[in-house]
């Protein structure tokens, strides 16, 4: 089956990338101009503002043993009593490949091959500030809340001994996705190769986490806050990124985050 190749409009770097880009870079008006690039920031923010409220409240869940956390021991233990050796093994294969060791080396390896085929830092500016940050926040959540995992005896090995809350394979897996999601999207033109790179990416952050779950690694919470945390630091980078490519459009520059040139 012969691979679609991606297109590119020649003037795109001047018109915007998008439908909005090319509103904004034709807008004769410098208030409709900015109205258009202030609302698009204003919906960015309500939709992280949204995640993040979503996350209190789990968390709140989780202080209070209420809510959302009720649910988190009976899963589990389904979870548990529907364990097969084959699966399990296939499970443990793909949560150390979203690990802090293999993960992150793959990771560099892709975002290194699409700047190369781009000819633009800013797939790695991108990756790097959303992942960099992504990490450290899984870093300082852990030791703020301090949850405990769940019970040994109900894990499967390797075990892990930091902190449960929130779960970082689910965090930062969500980031990965989130942003080279995006970066794709920026790439592809045809409705059928962005949907299914959307569909691609949605199912590999939402195996991450489940399997965290599985393998009695984390509470259902932990990955739950994974998710939202993780969409909407996605949101805040790739919100960003647009305004600055709806500015510059604006003034018909093409900036060095916003080129993709192919050679």
């Known amino acids: 089956m012969e691979l679609e190749q991606p297109t590119r409009d020649p003037n795109w770097h001047v018109q915007g990338p998008t439908a909005l880009g090319r509103v904004v870079a034709r807008t004769r008006s410098w208030w409709q101009a900015n109205a258009l690039i202030g609302t698009y920031l204003v919906v960015a923010v309500m939709a992280t503002l949204t995640l993040v409220w979503g996350s209190g409240e789990v968390y709140e869940g989780v ?40 993960q992150p080396i793959v990771l560099l390896v892709v975002t290194l091959g699409i700047a190369w085929a781009w000819r633009s830092w800013a797939p790695l500016v991108l990756v790097g500030v959303a992942v960099g940050t992504s990490t450290l926040a899984t870093v300082f959540g852990k030791q703020l809340f301090g949850r405990a995992r769940p ?9 892990e001994t930091t902190a449960s809350f929130p779960s970082g394979h689910t965090l930062n897996g969500t980031v990965i996705a989130g942003i080279l999601c995006y970066l794709m ?29 599985y393998l009695g690694h984390h509470w259902l919470t932990d990955v739950l806050v994974g998710w939202t945390l993780g969409l909407a630091w996605v949101l805040v980078v790739i919100g960003i990124h647009r305004v600055w490519l709806l500015a510059r459009a604006r003034h018909g520059q093409p900036a060095w985050m916003l080129r993709a040139r192919r050679a």
């Open 63 to 102: 202080a209070d043993s209420g809510g959302i956390a009720l649910v988190d021991q009976p899963l589990l233990t389904w979870m548990v009593a529907h364990r097969t050796p084959a699966f399990t093994s296939a499970v443990v294969a793909f949560t150390e490949f979203g690990g802090p060791v293999i």
């Open 185 to 213: 999207l920026h790439w592809f033109r045809r409705a059928s190769a962005r949907a299914a790179w959307i569909v691609g990416f949605s199912l590999y952050a939402l195996s991450m986490g489940m399997s965290r779950v």
């Open 151 to 159: 019970p040994i005896d109900l894990a499967v090995p390797p075990l």
